[in-house]
């Protein structure tokens, strides 16, 4: 078929799709709704990304890049075009597909076109469903024509230690920034091959186990494979002047160990600076086995390797980050579990990724460093959710193009973490909370899930209703305002507890539970653990000795405001 006819047939199935509802609801409920371009639907279900086969010729001075990429498909149902995404600045020089899947051979040529940043490819004929076939697009150009932190590809010089590294960042949708790509979450790739072919004075991180270093004159390829399914913003590379620095470290069960793979800057000031705390990983990795279930990648590795980036980003097996900060290496390991293994099943719920990875954080401070440690993190955490006044931690589906707000650092990350801390405190029991994160692990591990499937295997586990947390702290907006009244009365105490919501016109009261610590002259004290079920509750707890103080969430299990006073108790209130 010839490029006009082509061209003819393009815009006739553009103009087809962009007739069509962009957003559609999901069977998750009224809240599920899941953002697709109009591609998605018209186009990309169409088929199953099976197998990368990658080559890439980078350097560390500058984003140019020059390729092929192999790709192996799986048909869903009947199609006489592939769609790809890939950015207009990158130039394709042909594309060929192959009958055979093992091993490939690229025999015709076929025709396609370069439209923006979508590549549509005419197949040869009609391919039906459940037959494989592979395609192979050869391309080059400066991939580096974005900026900024969420460009696909950038290339920077370390200010710290002087080192030039070009890295790739492909989340949420930058992956065809650089490599032709379905962006789809819920397909995920499972299996990659990556050579790339750079100086052989540098070295170059990517996902998987180092397969072969091949010289090729003043070069070298650099292979790596992966075998584990993989969300296509997982996939990456970083080239630079790196030492590897490695260690293995143990998991739950005795005698098994990782790999712990590390490409930092090739100085000693490098490793003498932050030895100790790339050795911590070797601790967070055993916990995180213990606490969850084993690192979920441990036939083939973990690593980090540096960029200066300002944070880090958790591509699988091969964390790419700008330090080896504890709270920054606790929070993409963890990502390995809740983000890799099980990635969101669409950018609402992007909780399942940051939300739980921030928690970690949190975890891996009580459990390695100090409850103190640990509390300090969370009243940061609090007080910079506190400053989200309105918001859900759900991401609406008329703010998913706005990339600051699905990574928003307060909702998404920090009130993301504390829903779970206030799930923990809910179930009031650390074994069923850590159970129902191993169980949900084992549901959805090399898959993909939503807020809802959390919530499912929460309840099915606990025994409990979420629905009224989920509808007010997850969908709903701000937090809950406490006013606490209390005296004593002979042998009781009375206490009265008005709430309000910070964000009222859209969730106007939280019901929740939480606790007192009653203070006792004697230098006794005692807890309670009350209910909140209205917008007033008055309670009558029974009473040994006299109170001298009320304090209310002593250990900070709620994200709220709370005044409390001995004031007296307002009569005949309304509820």
């Not at 160990?257 to 100790?276: A, R, T």
């Not at 700008?322 to 669409?346: K, P």
């Not at 949900?440 to 898959?447: E, R």
């Amino acid at each position: 078929m010839g490029r006009t006819l082509l061209l003819i047939l393009l815009f006739a199935f553009l103009s087809q799709a962009l007739a069509q509802d962009l957003h559609t609801c999901s069977m998750q409920g009224e809240h599920q709704r899941t953002y697709q371009n109009p591609l998605n639907e018209a186009w990309l279900s169409a088929y199953d990304v099976k197998h990368y086969d990658l080559s890439l010729a980078v350097s560390n001075q500058d984003t140019e890049i020059s390729g092929e990429a192999a790709i192996l498909l799986e048909v869903r149902r009947n199609i006489d075009t592939v769609v790809l995404e890939l950015q207009s600045a990158l130039s394709v020089l042909e594309v060929r597909i192959s009958e055979r899947v093992s091993p490939f051979l690229f025999d015709r040529e076929l025709s396609y076109a370069h439209e923006g940043d979508v590549l549509f490819i005419q197949l040869d004929r009609t391919r039906l469903a459940e037959e494989l076939f592979a395609l192979k697009v050869v391309y080059e150009g400066d991939a580096g024509q974005n900026r900024g932190f969420y460009a696909g590809i950038n290339n920077k010089t370390d200010s710290k230690y002087g080192f030039a590294v070009t890295y790739t960042l492909s989340e949420p949708n930058n992956a065809r920034d650089w490599f032709p790509v379905k962006q789809v979450l819920e397909d995920k790739i499972d299996s990659v091959t990556f050579r790339i072919r750079c100086d052989r004075r540098l070295l170059a991180a990517s996902n998987g186990i180092l397969k072969e270093i091949e010289r090729v004159g003043k070069e070298h390829i650099i292979t790596w494979q992966t075998h584990y399914p993989m969300a296509y913003y997982l996939l990456s590379f970083a080239v630079a002047d790196y030492q590897d620095f490695s260690f293995m470290a143990g998991l739950s069960q005795a005698g098994d160990s990782v790999q712990i793979q590390n490409y930092i800057y090739d100085s000693k000031k490098v490793l003498n600076d932050w030895e100790d705390d790339i050795r911590a990983t070797g601790s967070m990795l055993s916990l995180f086995s213990r606490l969850l279930i084993d690192y979920p990648f441990k036939e083939e590795k973990y690593g980090h390797a540096l960029a200066p980036m300002g944070g880090g980003i958790e591509h699988q097996t091969m964390t790419t980050l700008s330090d080896f900060n504890f709270y920054l290496v606790a929070h993409e390991l963890a990502h390995q579990w809740f983000g890799d293994h099980i990635t969101c099943g669409n950018w609402q719920d992007i909780w399942i990724n940051e939300g739980f990875a921030s928690y970690m954080e949190y975890v891996a401070a009580q459990q390695l460093r100090s409850q103190a440690a640990a509390d300090a993190w969370m009243d940061n955490a609090m007080a910079i959710a506190l400053g989200e006044t309105k918001g859900s931690v759900f991401v609406p589906e008329e703010e998913l193009e706005n990339v600051n707000r699905l990574f928003d650092y307060g909702l998404s990350y920090k009130k993301g973490a504390i829903l779970l801390h206030m799930i923990r405190f809910i179930l009031d029991d650390d074994a069923l909370f850590f159970s129902i994160l191993r169980n949900y692990l084992h549901l959805h591990g090399n898959g993909h899930a939503t807020g809802e499937d959390f919530k499912s295997t929460l309840e099915a586990e606990s025994g409990l209703d979420f629905s009224a947390f989920f509808e007010q702290w997850y969908y709903g907006e701000g937090y809950p305002r406490f006013e606490i009244h209390w005296k004593q009365q002979h042998d009781s105490v009375l206490i009265q507890s008005d709430q309000t919501g910070s964000a009222s016109e859209v969730s106007p009261l939280f019901q929740v539970p939480f606790e007192l610590e009653l203070r006792f002259k004697n230098g006794s004290f005692r807890r309670l653990r009350l209910m909140q079920n209205r917008s007033r509750e008055e309670f009558r707890i029974p009473v040994e000795g006299l109170v001298e103080d009320l304090i209310f969430d002593p250990d900070r299990h709620l994200l709220t405001t709370s005044h409390v006073s001995s004031e007296p108790i307002v009569n005949n209130p309304s509820n």
